[in-house]
């Protein structure tokens, strides 16, 4: 079923979002994409004269804590829903079942953070940290069968279950995916914003325009070596940069002062430049660096090259060299892919490598080229540099979005197409 083809008049919605939006110290929202992200989809339920029961987790709460309560956000989605907004404390317990129950046509009730519950994730909580094996598996299977009646419970509040939450695709959770089976193929959907992303994923994997060059950035090889592994299948060009630059210079017997650099990567940087080699695809890696004499905005800096980083200097960004050779292979291509950033943006002086990625994957996509931007930090620096409007897509998911590009199955994407 598609939520276009859908009415939901008269009947009760269970929708999964992921208002996981980062809080202050005062419990005000700093960054509310991710709940505008969900509007379509909790306005078209509404206009029909539909009712919606929301579930969401924010933050990695291990039990029930103030400070993930999803109560903090309540008043900033009746502003945004132009409607009240009913609260069930507990996602569980007779209040959430007969708020539920009561709620009428163009009504909303939001539910506490379901990862309050183990159940949500499946896994086992407050494990003692000398627990045996046989004490962990027990544990783990009785988590799994509480988690039954859990998913059960939040599928009895409604008639039909809409996944919009595309960031928790990749796991299979109580209400992303295992909830799915209480609907049947009718009353259960993608929200919009999940089509869309689903609809981006497919086009990068399955309606490649060439060249096809992915742009990883980011800090650790260990963190993206499935992913880089993977994409050697699939781009005509990988360029690699962020803080992986220097465990490649490192392992090609470059020097890299005090740059990250993970000592005991080194071979498998080796590997995939050889894998690289013999697929056919051109890894390119920064030649010069922008390094810095601490860890700070304000460090003395000097561009050098990328594989003689001085005693004392850490690579904080690519240089000048780097920006141009990354824009040229940018320019050239047809799809793009982008995820992490190229140096340390958090640092206002550490910026302008990013910034150049993103101008020239802006300009690409002005000459044509389909660009998917995935991933927190390209995410966030798309939006620094108010790059966000021309790129293609700019995905809301990060290891979602990576782990759909690996090839791997989404739970809640499949979980919805069963
Ligand atoms: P990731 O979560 O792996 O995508 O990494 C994103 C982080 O990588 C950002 O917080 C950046 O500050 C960091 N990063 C990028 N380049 C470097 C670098 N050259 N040295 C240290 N950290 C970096």
Known sequence: MTIDQFNFAGKKAFVRVDFNVPLDENFNITDDTRMRAALPTLKKILADGGSIIIGSHLGRPKGVAEKFSLKHIKKHLEELLGVEVQFANDCMGEEAAVKAAALQPGEVLLLENLRFYAEEEGKPRGLAEDATDEEKKAAKAAVKESQKEFTKKLASYADCYVNDAFGTAHRAHASTALIAKYFDKDNKMFGYLME????????????????????????????????????????????????????????????VGLSICEEDKLDLALDLLKKAEEKGVKLVLAVDSKVADSFSNDANTQFVPSNDIPDGWEGLDIGPKTMEMFAEVIKGSKTILWNGPTGVFEFDNFTQGSRAVGEAIVEATKNGAFSLVGGGDSVACVNKFGLASGVSYVSTGGGALLEAIEGKVLPGIAAINE
Do not use: C, H, W
């Open 196 to 255: 869309k992303e689903v609809k981006a994923v497919d086009k990068v994997l399955n309606d490649i325009q060439r060249p096809f060059t992915a742009i990883m950035g980011g800090s650790k090889v260990s963190s993206k070596i499935e992913i880089i592994e993977n994409l050697l299948n699939k781009v005509d060009n990988l360029i690699i940069a962020g803080g992986m630059t220097y465990t490649f210079m490192k392992a090609q017997g470059g020097k």
